[in-house]
Protein backbone atom coordinates (compact mmCIF):
# COMPACT_ATOMS: atom_id res chain seq x y z
CA UNK A 1 0.00 0.00 0.00
CA UNK A 2 1.07 3.87 -0.88
CA UNK A 3 0.15 7.10 0.01
CA UNK A 4 1.13 10.27 -2.03
CA UNK A 5 0.96 13.19 -0.67
CA UNK A 6 3.64 16.70 -0.83
CA UNK A 7 1.88 18.15 -3.94
CA UNK A 8 3.43 21.07 -6.27
CA UNK A 9 0.43 23.09 -6.63
CA UNK A 10 -3.66 21.81 -6.33
CA UNK A 11 -4.12 18.63 -8.04
CA UNK A 12 -0.92 18.50 -9.58
CA UNK A 13 1.67 15.53 -9.28
CA UNK A 14 2.81 14.57 -5.75
CA UNK A 15 6.48 15.09 -5.13
CA UNK A 16 6.41 12.47 -2.15
CA UNK A 17 5.34 8.66 -1.93
CA UNK A 18 4.70 6.70 1.86
CA UNK A 19 4.89 3.21 1.35
CA UNK A 20 4.73 0.67 4.34
CA UNK A 21 8.26 -0.41 4.91
CA UNK A 22 9.86 2.63 3.82
CA UNK A 23 10.54 6.03 5.25
CA UNK A 24 7.45 8.65 5.77
CA UNK A 25 7.52 11.22 2.81
CA UNK A 26 10.20 10.08 0.52
CA UNK A 27 10.56 12.04 -2.53
CA UNK A 28 9.80 10.22 -5.90
CA UNK A 29 10.56 11.64 -8.86
CA UNK A 30 11.22 11.40 -12.18
CA UNK A 31 15.14 11.86 -13.34
CA UNK A 32 16.79 14.62 -15.09
CA UNK A 33 19.72 14.00 -17.19
CA UNK A 34 20.50 17.91 -18.46
CA UNK A 35 19.34 19.62 -21.34
CA UNK A 36 19.48 18.08 -24.18
CA UNK A 37 22.60 20.05 -26.50
CA UNK A 38 22.54 18.67 -29.89
CA UNK A 39 20.69 17.69 -32.59
CA UNK A 40 22.28 14.20 -31.87
CA UNK A 41 20.95 13.99 -28.70
CA UNK A 42 17.46 15.35 -29.67
CA UNK A 43 16.92 12.74 -32.08
CA UNK A 44 17.65 10.12 -29.57
CA UNK A 45 15.42 12.18 -26.59
CA UNK A 46 12.70 12.33 -29.34
CA UNK A 47 12.27 8.51 -28.71
CA UNK A 48 11.19 9.19 -25.50
CA UNK A 49 9.46 13.07 -25.41
CA UNK A 50 8.43 13.44 -29.13
CA UNK A 51 7.51 17.39 -28.73
CA UNK A 52 11.14 17.86 -26.96
CA UNK A 53 12.98 20.70 -28.50
CA UNK A 54 16.84 22.04 -28.02
CA UNK A 55 17.76 23.11 -24.31
CA UNK A 56 14.26 21.43 -23.28
CA UNK A 57 15.22 18.93 -20.00
CA UNK A 58 16.00 15.08 -21.09
CA UNK A 59 13.79 12.57 -18.68
CA UNK A 60 15.76 9.11 -17.88
CA UNK A 61 13.16 6.30 -18.75
CA UNK A 62 14.33 4.75 -15.58
CA UNK A 63 12.26 1.09 -15.94
CA UNK A 64 13.82 1.40 -19.74
CA UNK A 65 10.54 0.59 -21.66
CA UNK A 66 10.52 3.06 -24.15
CA UNK A 67 7.21 5.49 -22.29
CA UNK A 68 7.67 8.55 -20.04
CA UNK A 69 5.13 7.67 -17.16
CA UNK A 70 4.65 7.02 -13.37
CA UNK A 71 6.54 3.80 -13.84
CA UNK A 72 10.05 5.99 -14.33
CA UNK A 73 9.35 7.48 -11.38
CA UNK A 74 11.96 6.80 -8.40
CA UNK A 75 12.93 7.84 -4.73
CA UNK A 76 15.37 10.23 -4.77
CA UNK A 77 15.62 11.04 -0.61
CA UNK A 78 13.97 12.35 1.82
CA UNK A 79 12.86 15.81 3.93
CA UNK A 80 14.02 13.69 7.32
CA UNK A 81 17.67 13.72 7.63
CA UNK A 82 19.53 11.11 8.51
CA UNK A 83 21.24 12.90 11.59
CA UNK A 84 20.50 16.13 13.92
CA UNK A 85 23.09 17.08 16.20
CA UNK A 86 24.00 20.05 18.30
CA UNK A 87 26.88 21.32 20.25
CA UNK A 88 26.54 23.19 23.33
CA UNK A 89 29.36 25.34 24.72
CA UNK A 90 30.00 27.39 27.48
CA UNK A 91 33.55 29.62 28.21
CA UNK A 92 34.60 31.91 31.19
CA UNK A 93 37.19 34.41 31.45
CA UNK A 94 37.53 36.48 34.35
CA UNK A 95 33.63 38.08 34.64
CA UNK A 96 32.72 37.51 31.02
CA UNK A 97 30.98 34.36 30.34
CA UNK A 98 29.84 33.20 27.02
CA UNK A 99 27.33 30.23 25.64
CA UNK A 100 27.06 29.37 22.33
CA UNK A 101 25.04 26.71 20.74
CA UNK A 102 25.25 25.33 16.86
CA UNK A 103 22.68 23.09 15.49
CA UNK A 104 22.14 21.18 11.90
CA UNK A 105 21.04 18.28 9.94
CA UNK A 106 22.34 16.01 7.84
CA UNK A 107 21.09 13.75 4.90
CA UNK A 108 17.80 15.62 4.24
CA UNK A 109 16.42 16.96 0.94
CA UNK A 110 13.83 19.49 0.01
CA UNK A 111 11.52 19.97 -3.41
CA UNK A 112 12.16 23.82 -4.64
CA UNK A 113 8.05 23.96 -5.77
CA UNK A 114 8.85 28.01 -5.53
CA UNK A 115 11.75 27.43 -8.08
CA UNK A 116 9.47 25.34 -10.04
CA UNK A 117 6.52 28.03 -10.03
CA UNK A 118 9.43 30.68 -11.42
CA UNK A 119 11.31 28.32 -14.11
CA UNK A 120 7.45 26.91 -15.18
CA UNK A 121 6.32 29.64 -18.38
CA UNK A 122 6.97 33.17 -19.26
CA UNK A 123 3.95 34.33 -16.86
CA UNK A 124 6.43 33.06 -13.85
CA UNK A 125 9.85 33.51 -15.00
CA UNK A 126 10.72 34.72 -12.02
CA UNK A 127 14.23 33.41 -11.73
CA UNK A 128 17.08 34.84 -11.60
CA UNK A 129 18.22 31.85 -13.10
CA UNK A 130 16.35 32.41 -15.91
CA UNK A 131 18.78 34.86 -17.19
CA UNK A 132 21.41 32.48 -18.10
CA UNK A 133 19.10 29.48 -20.35
CA UNK A 134 19.73 27.28 -22.96
CA UNK A 135 19.81 29.24 -26.41
CA UNK A 136 21.68 28.50 -29.25
CA UNK A 137 24.51 31.48 -28.30
CA UNK A 138 24.48 29.69 -24.82
CA UNK A 139 24.28 25.79 -25.49
CA UNK A 140 26.55 25.04 -22.71
CA UNK A 141 24.01 26.37 -19.99
CA UNK A 142 22.16 23.63 -17.68
CA UNK A 143 19.35 25.54 -17.23
CA UNK A 144 16.71 24.64 -19.17
CA UNK A 145 15.12 27.13 -22.31
CA UNK A 146 12.73 29.83 -21.47
CA UNK A 147 9.14 29.09 -23.21
CA UNK A 148 5.68 28.89 -22.54
CA UNK A 149 5.00 25.57 -24.55
CA UNK A 150 5.53 22.74 -22.17
CA UNK A 151 4.32 20.21 -24.62
CA UNK A 152 5.70 17.09 -22.40
CA UNK A 153 5.38 18.43 -18.72
CA UNK A 154 9.32 19.25 -18.84
CA UNK A 155 8.43 21.57 -15.96
CA UNK A 156 5.38 20.26 -13.85
CA UNK A 157 6.50 17.19 -13.85
CA UNK A 158 8.19 16.80 -10.10
CA UNK A 159 11.96 15.62 -11.20
CA UNK A 160 14.89 16.09 -9.41
CA UNK A 161 15.95 19.45 -11.33
CA UNK A 162 13.88 21.04 -8.32
CA UNK A 163 15.62 18.79 -5.70
CA UNK A 164 17.90 20.00 -3.12
CA UNK A 165 20.06 19.42 -0.83
CA UNK A 166 18.68 20.68 2.47
CA UNK A 167 21.74 19.58 5.03
CA UNK A 168 23.05 22.73 7.46
CA UNK A 169 24.76 23.91 10.23
CA UNK A 170 24.24 26.96 12.05
CA UNK A 171 24.83 29.11 14.83
CA UNK A 172 21.68 28.93 16.61
CA UNK A 173 22.16 31.07 19.61
CA UNK A 174 24.64 33.27 21.42
CA UNK A 175 24.87 34.72 24.72
CA UNK A 176 27.47 37.15 26.23
CA UNK A 177 27.62 37.98 30.09
CA UNK A 178 29.42 39.94 32.29
CA UNK A 179 29.09 39.52 36.20
CA UNK A 180 28.99 42.38 38.51
CA UNK A 181 30.40 42.59 42.12
CA UNK A 182 27.87 43.94 43.87
CA UNK A 183 27.70 44.22 47.44
CA UNK A 184 24.25 43.40 48.98
CA UNK A 185 23.50 41.35 45.81
CA UNK A 186 24.66 37.74 45.15
CA UNK A 187 24.77 37.90 41.52
CA UNK A 188 24.14 40.64 39.27
CA UNK A 189 24.72 40.04 35.58
CA UNK A 190 24.09 41.45 32.18
CA UNK A 191 23.96 39.66 28.98
CA UNK A 192 23.19 40.71 25.22
CA UNK A 193 21.98 37.61 23.43
CA UNK A 194 20.80 36.79 19.68
CA UNK A 195 19.17 33.79 18.30
CA UNK A 196 18.99 32.41 14.34
Known amino acids: EAFTDGYMDYNNFPTTRTEVGGEIGRF ?7 VIPSQKELD ?25 NDDDRKFMGSGLPRIEYGLTTNFT ?12 TQGNYMYNGAKRLMYQNTIFNKS ?5 PWTPDNAGSDIPRVTVVDAYGKMSRPS ?10 RLKSMQLGYRFNVKGFNLLRAYVGATN
Not at 128 to 132: I, K, R, V
Not at 160 to 169: G, I, Q, R, V
Request: aromatic share 16%; charged share 20%; net charge negative.
Open 160 to 169: NLFLEKASYF
Open 28 to 34: FLYETAG
Open 128 to 132: PDLLN
Open 93 to 104: YRNFDLNIFFQG
Open 44 to 68: DARALQPNAQLGDLRFVDVNEDGQL
